[in-house]
């Protein structure tokens, strides 16, 4: 068990640039999780995977997030035209199936400046 | 709306001390799970306990279903204890996803 597995663990990025991050789950894990996190805050759910499949988006994910897990192993998160306030942690966690305990990477630090 | 609520917000203690953190949430979990933040960003699984009582070393946590609320105590406190502790409620449905509260920052100070 090697645990979640975030890259990069920072990223620093003028505002209007495209970003991308990766997450590699737990293996036998098949729930995937994004979360962001802000300053002085707990995580905010973003997005969740079974398998390959998206099934659920925040309201927080706006149009120009995209997070996709194409065989339903590893998971990227874009964000297009980056803005300040896009600045936060993005972490993401997996789980078994089932009502089960999440574990969570280490997360991406962006800052947008 | 759901609401996830921890108490104290912030918590300085000497080294050696015990301490109880709270965790009220507004309605039936499916389960309850305790979280540590540590100071590089680190969220470790502390407890996953949707009822009743666990300990694993120093740590014991207690979920009353019943009543809405979870306790987290920490005995015998050390330095590596500081950092925030998260309670992460989830309210069933198919996603397993957890509702945050706004956490208690542990300062242990030796």
């Known amino acids: 068990d090697t645990g979640v597995s975030q890259d990069p663990r920072h990223k620093i990025t003028k505002r209007g640039q495209n970003v991308t991050f990766r997450c590699d789950p737990i293996?036998?894990?098949?729930?995937l999780y994004w979360y962001r996190q802000t300053l002085g805050q707990g995580p905010e759910f973003l997005t969740y995977?079974?398998?390959?499949?998206?099934?659920?988006k925040s309201r927080l994910l706006s149009d120009r997030f995209s997070a996709e897990r194409p065989k339903g192993s590893f998971s990227t998160l874009e964000i297009q035209r980056t803005e300040q306030g896009d600045s936060a942690m993005y972490l993401c966690?997996?789980?078994?199936?089932?009502?089960?305990?999440?574990?969570f990477g280490n997360g991406t630090r962006l800052t947008v400046t | 709306g759901i609401q996830v609520e921890q108490s104290p917000p912030d918590l300085i203690l000497q080294e050696g001390a015990n301490s109880t953190l709270r965790c009220n949430f507004s309605?039936?979990?499916?389960?309850l799970q305790w979280f540590h933040q540590n100071p590089w960003g680190q969220l470790i699984n502390l407890f996953y306990i949707p009822s009743g009582t666990k300990q694993n070393g120093r740590l014991s946590a207690t979920t009353v279903a019943t009543e809405r609320y979870s306790l987290l105590y920490i005995s015998s406190s050390q330095t590596t204890d500081s950092g925030v502790y998260f309670c992460a409620a989830n309210y069933g449905g198919a996603t397993n996803k957890l509702i945050f509260g706004t956490g208690t920052l542990l300062a242990v100070q030796p």
């Open positions: 309605d039936s979990v499916n389960n």
């Open positions: 995977f079974q398998n390959e499949a998206q099934l659920e």
């Open positions: 966690a997996s789980s078994l199936p089932g009502s089960s305990p999440l574990h």
């Open positions: 293996s036998e894990h098949n729930r």
